[in-house]
């Protein structure tokens, strides 16, 4: 099993800047790619940004040049810097994992992120 566990959300101005953070526990090892998504009151849960075993990074349209999606492998803790925050990203953002040799996925519990204009 892989346990998330998210922090850093919070309110910030447009314009702004915040860091989540999503740590690992479990079987680590078998991870094999770990990710942001966000979903917005009544909509559904939209990719944000991914990043591989081997450090490959993939982001949503709506992100590109302003996140930026990393990791400490010794920490076990992926990160997802925001930068030049808009009122639209404001949504919960999870944090997933893919892991094992059948791919089972496992979600953080979420944290708020609102941008106020």
């Known amino acids: 099993q892989v346990q998330l566990v998210e922090s850093g959300g919070g309110l910030v101005q447009a314009g702004g800047s915040l860091r989540l953070s999503c740590a690992a526990s479990?079987?680590?090892?078998?991870?094999?790619?770990m990710g942001w998504y966000r979903q917005a009151p009544g909509k559904q849960r939209d990719l944000v940004a991914t990043?591989?075993?081997?450090?490959?990074?993939n982001y949503a349209d709506s992100v590109k040049g302003r996140f930026t999606i990393s990791r400490d492998n010794a920490k076990n803790t992926v990160y997802l810097q925001m930068n030049s925050l808009k009122p639209e990203d404001t949504a919960v953002y999870y944090c997933?994992?893919?892991?094992?040799?059948?791919?089972?996925?496992?979600w953080g519990q979420g944290t708020q992120v609102t941008v106020s204009s």
């Open positions: 997933d994992a893919i892991w094992g040799d059948i791919a089972r996925r496992s």
């Open positions: 479990g079987s680590i090892f078998s991870i094999n790619r």
């Open positions: 990043i591989t075993k081997a450090g490959s990074t």
